[in-house]
């Protein structure tokens, strides 16, 4: 019955931290390549994570992008690599241009 409890109390444990982090990635508070090291955190010193989101900045910005039509336009360009494809999604830049400038 112990070993149970001890597992159910685990499992909430991974959920809340789990929970918590997604919360800290959508608020802009971390950033993807953090997950793992928030999850820890999370896991290990739920207050302390609580605190560390409750003060950090925001770092990565949300909603203010919108690469829309763009980035359909740069998918169907097969001539581009998936560098270029992200740089110029990023960048604004359309897959015209890119044909048309971007050359050697």
Do not use: C
Not at 24 to 29: F, V
Not at 41 to 53: K, R, T, W
Not at 77 to 91: C, F, I, N, P, W
Request: glycine fraction near 6%; avoid cysteine; charged fraction near 25%.
């Amino acid at each position: 019955m112990l070993a149970k409890l001890e597992a159910l109390e685990a499992a909430e444990a991974s959920r809340t931290a789990e929970a918590a982090v997604t919360l800290a990635l959508k608020a802009g508070k971390i950033t993807p390549a953090q997950k793992p090291w928030a999850e820890s955190y999370a896991l290990s010193d739920p207050s302390g994570f609580a605190d560390f989101v409750a003060q950090a900045p925001q770092v990565v910005p949300i909603g203010k992008f919108d690469f829309g039509s763009d980035t359909q336009a740069l998918k169907a360009d097969a001539g581009l690599d998936e560098a270029t494809r992200q740089v110029s999604q990023q960048m604004g830049i359309s897959a015209e241009t890119i044909s048309k400038y971007g050359k050697e």
